[in-house]
């Protein structure tokens, strides 16, 4: 098993450039998540899915759109590139919710410029 | 909103052991999590507590938890150079998780 994977690792945007940030799962899980982390500060859930077709905001949703149309894949795309999208963005999955165990990805590091 | 806060760095001989702390707000929190990323890489879960108990032990890590003051610990015995991570604390209401801001253990030789 992969697990979690992340494309790309690293990239450079121009403000009001789009992008989308890969995340695929070969672990057949129900729940998927974007987080961001910022420098010194705790992962701030971005999005997350309950399964395919079913997505739902998380704390800081704003500047951010997702799709779920596989069980496999969630990306997450930004349209409008701002200087505060500048973030560590980790994907994760889960089997289920509580103590079910979230296995997060890489990690993609995005500089919007 | 509910917040998980730790200290940011930490520093211990080779062979000590390491404690750090974890504080949170959320009283409805039902599972409390040590997660550890390495350079590169995405956090990996090192081991969970369920909010009933107030310790569990897995090999060199001990997980202390006192509900009245919300207060986590996760004590490392015998900490290695390749113990040298960030340690982040979390914490689930069984909906949502919520992250510290990670503690960084620097291992010394």
């Known amino acids: 098993n992969a697990g979690v994977t992340q494309t790309p690792k690293f990239r450079i945007l121009k403000i009001g450039q789009s992008m989308t940030l890969q995340c695929a799962q070969d672990?057949?899980?129900?729940?998927m998540y974007w987080y961001r982390q910022d420098p010194g500060m705790g992962l701030k859930l971005i999005y997350y899915?309950?399964?395919?077709?079913?997505?739902d905001k998380g704390e800081v949703p704003n500047g951010y759109n997702v799709s779920r149309s596989t069980t496999e894949d969630f990306p997450l795309r930004l349209e409008l590139a701002a200087p505060s999208q500048t973030s560590v963005y980790f994907c994760?999955?889960?089997?289920?919710?509580?103590?079910?165990?979230?296995?997060f990805g890489p990690g993609t590091r995005l500089l919007v410029l | 909103g509910e917040d998980v806060e730790q200290s940011l760095f930490l520093s211990v001989r080779e062979g000590d052991s390491s404690v750090i702390n974890c504080t949170y707000t959320?009283?409805?929190?039902?599972?409390l999590y040590w997660y550890k990323q390495e350079p590169g890489a995405g956090l990996q879960l090192l081991t969970y507590?369920?909010?009933?108990?107030d310790m569990k032990q897995d090999q060199r890590l001990t997980v202390l938890l006192n509900k009245k003051d919300k207060h986590l610990s996760l004590r490392i015995a015998d900490t290695q150079t390749g113990d040298s991570a960030i340690y982040f604390c979390a914490e689930s209401n069984g909906n949502d998780m919520r992250f510290g801001a990670g503690t960084r253990l620097t291992v010394k030789p």
């Open positions: 507590i369920f909010s009933n108990m």
């Open positions: 994760a999955s889960s089997r289920g919710t509580g103590r079910e165990t979230q296995y």
């Open positions: 959320d009283s409805s929190s039902t599972y």
């Open positions: 899915s309950v399964g395919a077709g079913i997505t």
């Open positions: 672990m057949n899980h129900n729940y």
